[in-house]
């Protein structure tokens, strides 16, 4: 490698004196710039579409609405981005903490270990804003550069996992390998949705309008299921209401229709239809009709998810008394230092990683961010269902 490339690999590194034409797949430098090359065609790809599409076309002049008509794969692809998102960060100061391996020991930056988390952090964000004008804008055809990304990340990401098998680095203590693998793993299953949404949206053109009827009634303000996720989990989407409720003492004119599931006539022949149901088993079997059955029969999986989202909750309160207790260690680290014998530079672990402070400090409010997300989340989801059960049964 040449001497340009002295910034990115770090000088004296061994790296830059290898001949890439006999031994490429086991230089990291080498294949951390190949892994970087398609988050950077992205980025700026996405932001030249994004602004001509948004300001130089028919797009522009779209009317402007609160709802999203959601592409089939659209809470799988949020919710992967957003983990992706959370991993990547992690492995941004994982690379961060390598490199620093290397700075005690005098050696100049070795910036190839954390860059490439860089670039595919903006990446990926910059294909969640790509992604969410594209059902804004309701072009299917935006997901072919997504695919193409998606399959040339994947590669990228395959080549830096080889890249850690060629250098005997297959442990889970390691962290590199761990959020190489994950991002592998993230990767695909996002190739995989972008390639559902391509042959259901692009190759089948009858699906790819549909207007539903919630939609076609001008009263109807509870956008709850034609948002995105993030809107969902945030409530942004009921900003109109609490900026009138500011304003005004609200009236019930002010709150509008509620969607067709949400209405008493749905959710009584739902219920009834389960009813009749369990009272059909129950007359077959001899015994009474269980209403415990009856309501997992019509809200089952409405109350899993609720369910789930309190264990979840539940679990992250664990997180930040565990992260004070080893910032509390920490801090006496640094109060009290012990000598040691310097560690010659390696790949941190997970001992490493979570040992730093400031990787604890941002873990706690990641944490508390999620948790209260999550919360209400589950405390919307039960109101609504208990809303529902309620209007079922007094029908």
């Known amino acids: 490698m040449y001497e340009e490339w002295q910034w990115f690999c770090g000088t004296n590194?061994?790296?830059?004196?290898?001949?890439?034409?006999?031994?490429?797949?086991?230089?990291?430098?080498?294949?951390?710039?190949?892994?970087?090359?398609?988050?950077?065609?992205?980025?700026?790809?996405?932001?030249?579409?994004?602004f001509l599409l948004g300001f130089c076309c028919k797009y522009r002049d779209l009317?402007?609405?609160?709802?999203?008509?959601?592409?089939?794969?659209?809470?799988?692809?949020?919710?992967?981005?957003?983990?992706?998102?959370?991993?990547?960060?992690?492995?941004?100061?994982?690379?961060?903490?390598?490199?620093?391996?290397?700075?005690?020991?005098?050696?100049?930056?070795?910036?190839?270990?954390?860059?490439?988390?860089?670039?595919?952090?903006?990446?990926?964000?910059?294909?969640?804003?790509?992604?969410?004008?594209?059902?804004?804008?309701?072009?299917?055809v935006m997901s072919v550069p997504l695919l193409c990304?998606?399959?040339?990340?994947?590669?990228?990401?395959?080549?830096?996992?080889?890249?850690?098998?060629?250098?005997?680095?297959i442990d889970f203590t390691v962290l590199r390998f761990d959020v190489t693998v994950l991002m592998v793993i993230a990767?695909?299953?996002?190739?995989?949705?972008?390639?559902?949404?391509?042959?259901?949206?692009?190759?089948?053109?009858?699906?790819?309008?549909?207007?539903?009827?919630?939609?076609?009634?001008?009263?109807?303000?509870?956008?709850?299921?034609?948002?995105?996720?993030?809107?969902?989990?945030?409530f942004?989407?009921?900003?109109?209401?609490?900026?009138?409720?500011?304003?005004?003492?609200?009236e019930q004119d002010d709150l509008g229709d509620i969607p067709e599931r949400h209405r008493a006539d749905f959710n009584h022949r739902k219920f009834k239809a389960a009813f009749d149901r369990e009272k059909a088993r129950a007359d077959k079997k001899g015994t009474r009709p269980s209403m415990l059955?009856?309501?997992?029969?019509?809200?089952?999986?409405?109350?899993?998810?609720?369910?789930?989202?309190?264990?979840?909750?539940?679990?992250?309160?664990?997180?930040?008394?565990l992260c004070i207790g080893a910032l509390t260690s920490y801090v006496v680290t640094l109060s009290y230092p012990v000598d040691s014998e310097l560690l010659p530079p390696h790949y941190v672990t997970f001992g490493d990683f979570f040992a730093n402070g400031f990787v604890l400090i941002v873990t706690m409010f990641v944490v508390l961010s999620m948790r209260v997300c999550i919360f209400n989340a589950h405390f919307k989801l039960a109101f609504t269902l208990s809303a529902d059960v309620r209007a079922a049964i007094q029908r």
């Open 63 to 140: 009317p402007k609405t609160n709802y999203l008509l959601c592409y089939p794969g659209h809470s799988v692809k949020w919710l992967v981005g957003i983990l992706s998102l959370a991993v990547l960060a992690a492995a941004i100061g994982e690379g961060v903490l390598t490199d620093e391996t290397y700075r005690v020991w005098q050696y100049s930056t070795r910036p190839h270990y954390y860059v490439p988390s860089a670039a595919a952090f903006v990446a990926m964000l910059m294909s969640l804003v790509y992604y969410h004008h594209m059902e804004k804008w309701q072009l299917p």
């Open 149 to 169: 990304y998606w399959i040339l990340a994947l590669v990228g990401e395959v080549l830096r996992l080889v890249n850690l098998g060629q250098h005997n680095i």
């Open 236 to 250: 942004w989407w009921m900003n109109w209401i609490f900026i009138k409720g500011y304003k005004k003492p609200l």
């Open 187 to 234: 990767y695909f299953i996002l190739l995989l949705n972008a390639m559902n949404l391509i042959r259901i949206k692009v190759f089948r053109p009858s699906n790819r309008k549909k207007v539903f009827e919630d939609l076609q009634n001008s009263n109807m303000r509870f956008l709850n299921d034609y948002v995105n996720i993030v809107s969902n989990a945030t």
């Open 293 to 321: 059955r009856i309501y997992f029969d019509a809200y089952g999986s409405v109350m899993l998810a609720t369910a789930l989202l309190k264990v979840t909750a539940d679990v992250l309160n664990l997180v930040g008394p």
């Open 13 to 50: 590194n061994s790296d830059l004196s290898v001949d890439l034409s006999a031994e490429w797949i086991g230089n990291t430098c080498f294949i951390n710039g190949l892994a970087v090359l398609p988050h950077l065609a992205f980025i700026i790809f996405s932001a030249l579409a994004l």
